[in-house]
């Protein structure tokens, strides 16, 4: 377990004691408990199918615990973390986990599951205890990207540290669809590990080619070094321990997780106590207030917490101005990104593939893009505080088209071309020696047509998807992102500024609960006094009465 971590959970009982005496709302403080109760850092495989993610954590465990079959029908994200006792659950997103046994996780006999669905497993592993309580994530591969690109960004990215890059040495280099995964990692700044399987299968000369491709590739795509690179083959444990780069390199990782604590549970630990210790400054400092002091300061805080909410208020339409240049930034990411895919989207139009795929993962992209370069760093600018922003789906969009070939200019030429020959034959056959080959050069002459017009309607058909893209997919592309962009750059503006709204509510309700007890206190301290005054005041008046029945019997 985390040393931070360790520490807030021995330290909890004690905080929870002060919160509660001073009457602060306990909703806050169990927010931070639940979180400190069920954080783990996860670390997600991500790869193609057969690259060897499941074969790798088995290595790891020693132990055939996931299942290496290629089904990736039923392939769900499978979460392994150290427990004492085993546990393996399927936990579905809208219903209770159902337990499973080591036969059906083996067999992947999941039966019907809903979309976004994952597996637990807690095992008693020596070599997860070792990863002070990081959990691995054995993410289904996939070829096309989009559908587990989706989920390994947006079910992962704000609960990892870091990825892990899973590649076969087979492969050679890195797949389009893990090249987009990777580019969008990038752009939110996540780390990144290469791990290179089944390297027995080649020699050792093509294994460090190939890893340093594969290497090269995703430092130029991310703009940042590697934090580990290593090598697995299929050996057997008893020929070696085929892990022990990785394992030696997740070790590496503790440091990084710590960090990532810090700034996911510390911080809003740190919050809460720098609360308390506000709260009891201003009872320490309380000694020369008056009542009158203390309505005074309550009516100043009242003047500033409506000073905050204009601030507020001025700040969110000062964001929501930017949304217009924001989404036209997006805009023309996705546009470029477009183009420079316009060779393999015009080869999908013509052989009638998937375009969806490869338009959807654009524009994530571009909008991953627009929120880091452009929203991230103009919210900060504007407030002090940047919470996390909410994942956006356009999950909605369809990018279909009506693209169908004319092919009306390769017939053209085809029929220019018929027409040619028989002058082309005509005039070689003038020379006498070329006579008898006559039939022979028209068979020549009429292939060499025949396939110069096909060559020539292939350029056209590809020419013609070209320019569709160019002037109709994109621009239709364009129309339909407009406004769900312009939709979520501007939920989401309203969900950060309600953060930081909530954020300065519980901060003046803080304070105003401070205030609040120091005048009750005030307040009674003062009726106490008032009570001492009458009881001197009663007993004086009972003194006086002696004093003058004393002088009547002196006078006699």
Same mark, same amino acid.
């Given at each position: +377990? ?51 993610? *499941? ?69 008693? *592993? ?16 996939? &070829? %096309? ?47 990144? +590990? ?18 340093? =491709? ?121 546009? %470029?990104?477009?183009?420079? =895919? ?22 994530? +992209? ?88 096909? &060559? ?40 950060? +500024? ?26 009674? &301290? ?31």
């Amino acid at each position: +377990m985390l040393h931070e971590q360790v520490f807030l959970k021995e330290s909890l009982p004690r905080i929870e004691s002060i919160w509660a005496s001073h009457k602060f709302p306990l909703e806050e403080l169990a927010a931070l408990t639940a979180e400190l109760s069920r954080f783990a850092v996860r670390l997600p495989l991500i790869g193609s199918f057969s690259a060897g993610k *499941s074969s790798l954590i088995n290595f790891l465990l020693d132990e055939s615990l996931l299942s290496v079959a290629v089904n990736p029908e039923t392939c769900l994200p499978t979460e392994l973390r150290f427990a004492d006792d085993e546990l393996l659950i399927l936990h579905h997103p809208t219903k209770e986990g159902v337990p499973l046994d080591r036969a059906v996780l083996k067999a992947q006999d999941f039966g019907n599951v809903e979309s976004g669905s994952w597996v637990e497993v807690a095992t008693p *592993s020596p070599v997860l205890a070792r990863l002070d309580g990081m959990t691995l994530v054995d993410m289904p591969g996939w &070829e %096309s990207g989009i559908e587990q690109h989706s989920e390994a960004i947006d079910n992962y990215l704000e609960r990892s540290s870091a990825y892990c890059i899973v590649v076969s040495v087979d492969e050679g280099g890195l797949k389009d669809s893990l090249k987009k995964i990777i580019e969008e990692l990038a752009i939110s700044k996540k780390p990144m +590990m290469l791990v290179l399987t089944k390297c027995d299968k080649k020699t050792p000369e093509d294994v460090a080619s190939v890893l340093a =491709q594969v290497r090269d590739e995703i430092e130029a795509i991310s703009g940042m070094p590697l934090l580990s690179v290593s090598t697995v083959s299929r050996k057997t444990k008893s020929s070696g321990d085929t892990t022990e780069g990785w394992a030696r390199a997740l070790q590496q990782l503790l440091p990084l997780n710590q960090a990532f604590f810090h700034q996911r549970v510390g911080i809003r630990a740190e919050r809460l106590i720098e609360t308390l210790v506000r709260h009891l400054q201003q009872l320490l400092n309380s000694e020369n207030l008056t009542i009158e002091e203390l309505k005074s300061k309550q009516a100043l805080l009242r003047q500033q917490q409506d000073q905050l909410l204009q601030d507020l208020q001025r700040t969110e339409q000062q964001l929501q101005e930017q949304v217009t240049p924001i989404a036209t930034f997006i805009c023309e990411q996705f546009s %470029s990104r477009l183009k420079a =895919q316009l060779e393999s989207l015009a080869s999908s139009l013509l052989h009638q593939g998937d375009i969806n795929s490869p338009i959807g993962a654009s524009l994530r +992209m571009a909008y991953a893009t627009g929120m880091e370069e452009r929203l991230k760093p103009l919210i900060s600018g504007k407030l002090s505080q940047l919470e996390r922003l909410a994942e956006v789906s356009f999950g909605e969009l369809n990018f279909s088209h009506d693209f169908q070939l004319e092919g009306k200019g390769s017939g053209m030429f085809k029929e220019v071309l018929g027409g040619v020959l028989p002058l082309a034959l005509a005039a070689l056959t003038r020379i006498p020696a070329l006579i008898i080959f006559a039939p022979i050069l028209k068979s020549i002459l009429g292939s060499l047509f025949d396939n110069a017009a096909e &060559e020539m309607a292939r350029r056209e058909q590809r020419e013609e998807a070209r320019q569709y893209v160019l002037t109709s997919l994109i621009p239709e592309c364009l129309a339909q992102i407009k406004a769900p962009i312009t939709q979520a750059l501007s939920s989401s503006i309203e969900q950060v +500024m309600a953060q930081v709204k909530a954020e300065a509510d519980r901060n003046i309700s803080h304070l105003q609960l401070s205030l609040q007890q120091l005048t009750e206190q005030l307040a009674s &301290e003062q009726v106490a006094d008032m009570n001492n005054k009458t009881r001197y005041q009663g007993e004086q008046a009972e003194l006086v009465a002696l004093q003058t029945k004393l002088k009547e019997f002196a006078r006699g």
